[in-house]
């Protein structure tokens, strides 16, 4: 069976500090793979999607970057928190682009002070 | 550009009533729509999904959901809700060609009172 899991499940930074999000598949090969950002109170918005290793799309742009260092792992980071990236994040992955079913993480709660 | 409305940001109810949690989409095509369920602290679960055929889907847990074309609609219904079903529900929509871009509604809170 697939597995997601993302780490860590939660964090407070300080305005101007670095950050790593990372998520792994386990159990899948070649996933499609993506990050969301979900604002407190908020919608759910696609930031970047990844179809291989190497390869990242930005959807928008929230000064924040993605990539993928192997075929199983995908990393959000940022050099420079701003206190409108808190929010809670959420990796998903789905079987290929034409598949509609997305699985997602259990999140990381991310509090920018 | 493709959007979706859930008018109704927080819903609550009695154990045992009837549940339409609303969804309006504006797509220009045909759409594939979801609903997705999040419970606390956790990701989100396909409750959920429709692209062609008989208008009215069964999901998980006796929700079903009504494809309304000429009303742009995606209502979520359920006959009898449960407190375990007291979770953040969320209408999403996208075309149907790979790659397409998932875009979810805002969400709508369901307090169920026991």
């Known amino acids: 069976a697939q597995t997601i899991h993302q780490w860590p499940v939660a964090e407070i930074k300080a305005v101007g500090s670095p950050l790593s999000l990372g998520c792994t598949i386990k159990?899948?090969?070649?996933?499609?793979l993506y990050w969301y950002w979900q604002a407190t109170g908020g919608t759910l918005q696609q930031l970047f999607y990844?179809?291989?290793?190497?390869?990242v799309e930005s959807v928008v742009q929230l000064n924040l970057s993605a990539s993928r260092p192997k075929d199983d792992q995908f990393i959000l980071s940022t050099e420079k928190l701003l206190l409108s990236h808190s929010g809670f994040y959420l990796c998903?992955?789905?079987?290929?682009?034409?598949?509609?079913?997305?699985?997602f993480g259990h999140g990381t709660k991310l509090s920018v002070l | 550009a493709q959007s979706v409305t859930q008018p109704d940001a927080r819903v609550t109810v009695s154990e045992g009533a009837s549940l339409q949690l609303r969804c309006k989409y504006s797509y220009s095509g045909t759409p594939y729509l979801f609903w997705y369920v999040q419970y606390p602290r956790q990701g989100l679960q396909l409750l959920l999904k429709y692209y062609s055929g008989d208008p009215v889907v069964q999901g998980v847990n006796g929700f079903e959901a009504e494809f309304i074309k000429s009303n742009s609609s995606f209502h979520l219904r359920k006959a009898s809700v449960h407190w375990s079903d007291s979770a953040v529900y969320f209408c999403a929509v996208r075309g149907w060609w790979a790659g397409a871009k998932l875009t979810f509604g805002g969400g709508t809170r369901l307090t169920v009172r026991p």
């Open positions: 998903a992955w789905s079987l290929d682009s034409s598949n509609e079913r997305l699985f």
């Open positions: 159990g899948k090969s070649s996933p499609n």
């Open positions: 990844s179809i291989t290793v190497g390869q």
